[in-house]
């Protein structure tokens, strides 16, 4: 049974970082696509970070230059720097099982997630 937990999260103030980790079982890295997705309180999920099967990232602009997504062995990390108060939320991370590069940025597409980790960026 594939399991998705993700850790790391916390308060900072902003400027600050933060380094999110998700602890993934029993998935196949070769045919899915990995994400950290980003729920602000009374938003929709959305994806900040994608990684590939083959190690392909993507970034929304609003964190690119500032988020760092990468794995070891099977955890997905997230680098978070110079932290702003429009980061604060809880952070998911997703797998799909996608194998064409990229995939695809909605979360329709991802099978299994995590219960999420709270991070709040105090101004």
């Known amino acids: 049974q594939v399991r998705l937990m993700e850790s790391g999260g916390g308060s900072v103030q902003a400027g600050g970082s933060l380094r999110l980790a998700c602890t993934i079982s029993?998935?196949?890295?070769?045919?899915?696509?990995l994400a950290w997705f980003h729920q602000a309180p009374e938003k929709e999920r959305v994806w900040v970070s994608r990684?590939?099967?083959?190690?392909a990232t993507a970034y929304v602009p609003a964190v690119r230059g500032r988020f760092t997504i990468s794995r070891e062995k099977n955890n997905l990390l997230l680098q978070m720097n110079s932290l702003k108060s429009e980061d604060s939320g809880v952070y998911y991370c997703?797998?799909?099982?996608?194998?064409?590069?990229?995939?695809?940025?909605?979360?329709?597409?991802?099978?299994?997630w995590g219960q999420g980790t709270q991070v709040t960026v105090s101004s």
């Open positions: 997703g797998a799909a099982p996608f194998t064409g590069g990229l995939c695809p940025p909605d979360t329709n597409s991802f099978r299994h």
């Open positions: 029993e998935l196949n890295f070769r045919t899915h696509c």
């Open positions: 990684m590939s099967a083959a190690g």
